[in-house]
């Protein structure tokens, strides 16, 4: 049997709200979603791969028309597959995508990329008729984990919220069982953030945990200013507080705040993560790495990513990605993270797990559906069954 790519498609949907973080507000927010359709027949229907990319980053339709879906129309089918032909391989495939492209200046391109290696994946586990995370752990001769921990992400700054409003959505989260909640730092005055923290940490009490982002706001000066305030509180996490770039200031950052820091979401290569661990002064016992790879050139990049914090000695553990996808919690589940991010109430029907799947103390257990496992959410299939029909 061989396999053969006979069309990629695109097309870019609003994922929008009007909601703000310390830097964006996502009123203009876009997403790419991407089908990669195969001529391989499973239980007699075509398969097609699906991806789309992670909120924070827009729609890549431009570039995928352009440039990447090209690349994968043209190439000689048989230099996309696997050793005996019957599946693609996903790395020959990243490869066709990356050709004629220069290092460095990750930003757009790895979005585009990383949106078709997410689709690329999920055909790949169809046609090997199993689940993404099962696929993945078979190849790194790994055990499984189908038990995966979720964390709610929210608390964003919004039109006439109080802190009324805040606390109710924050209890809302651990109603549906989750025990760690997120909320956004930085989008006001310090003092009035401390207000907002004070309020949600009452509203959760001794049940749950609180994480604080700052989504890359702070400059060194500010940045130490939140941690000398942040540190007295028992706090999950403190979240990107300077520019994702700048791990000067990231490194200084540790002097001042002995809990667990996070950040990464916004580092969109293996090479870009690196110099985070080389030169920004995290902690592999305490600190978190939010690497996301469906904006970072996909999982064939992510796991150059888990090689470089391995070298490091970082475990693959210490990292809970960025965006709330479908993607991430197999990667979770079959090369042991720490776990990944869920935004209960946005991005819909991107974002979320498949319909039934409940948060229990903190953590959902992935089905077992071939692929990634968008079949198994009804209103984000309709929206890619659209698309490859
Ligand atoms: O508000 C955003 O851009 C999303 C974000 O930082 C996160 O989920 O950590
Ligand atoms: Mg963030």
């Known amino acids: 049997m061989s ?36 001529d391989v ?84 586990a169809k046609i090997a008729g199993k689940p993404l995370f099962r696929l993945l752990a078979e190849r790194h001769g790994l055990t499984a984990n189908p038990r995966v921990f979720v964390y ?11 802190l009324g409003a805040l606390r109710k959505e924050m209890r809302g989260y651990l109603d549906r069982g989750y025990n760690v909640v997120k909320m956004k730092i930085g989008g006001a005055p310090l003092a009035e953030d401390r207000e907002r923290i004070e309020a949600v940490l009452k509203e959760i009490g001794s049940t749950a945990q609180l994480a604080v982002d700052a989504n890359g706001r702070f400059d060194l000066e500010t940045a130490i200013a939140y941690a000398k305030m942040l540190r007295e509180y028992p706090l999950f996490w403190y979240e990107e507080a300077g520019d994702p770039l700048d791990y000067a200031l990231q490194a200084a950052l540790a002097e001042f ?29 305490r600190d978190w790495l ?27 553990s210490r990292c809970i990605p960025h965006g709330g996808h479908q993607m991430s919690l197999n990667i979770a589940a079959g090369l042991g993270l720490g776990g990944n991010e869920s935004y209960p109430d946005l991005f819909q029907p991107y974002g979320g797990f498949p319909d ?34």
């Open 290 to 316: 939010q690497f996301d790879c469906a904006l970072s050139y996909g999982l064939c990049e992510y796991q150059r990513t888990l090689e470089v914090l391995k070298t490091h000695g970082w475990s693959p």
């Open 152 to 162: 709610a992400a929210g608390g964003y700054y919004y039109p006439g919220k109080d």
């Open 3 to 38: 396999v053969r790519i006979v069309d990629v498609r695109e097309v870019t949907k609003p994922i929008s709200s009007p909601i703000r973080n310390a830097y964006i507000d996502f009123t203009k927010m876009t997403t790419s979603l991407v089908a990669v359709v195969t």
């Open 41 to 124: 027949v499973r239980d007699g229907k075509r398969v097609v791969g699906y991806g789309f990319n992670s909120n924070g980053r827009y729609g890549q339709g431009g570039l995928i028309r352009e440039r990447f879906a090209p690349r994968l129309l043209e190439a000689d089918p048989t230099s996309l597959l696997d050793a005996d032909g019957g599946n693609l391989d996903p790395d020959k495939v990243w490869s066709t995508l990356m050709s004629n492209e220069k290092p460095g200046g990750h930003g757009e391109r790895s979005v585009a990329v990383g949106t078709i290696d997410m689709a690329v994946w999920d055909a790949v």
């Open 356 to 389: 039934g799947v409940r948060v229990e103390d903190g953590h959902i257990v992935m089905p077992e559906l071939p692929g990634i496992g968008f079949e198994g959410k009804s209103d984000l299939y309709a929206e890619m069954k659209a698309l490859a029909d």
């Open 257 to 285: 705040y002995p809990g667990p820091m996070a950040t990464g979401e916004n580092l969109f290569s293996h090479q870009d993560a690196r110099n985070l661990i080389r030169y920004g002064g995290m902690r592999p016992d």
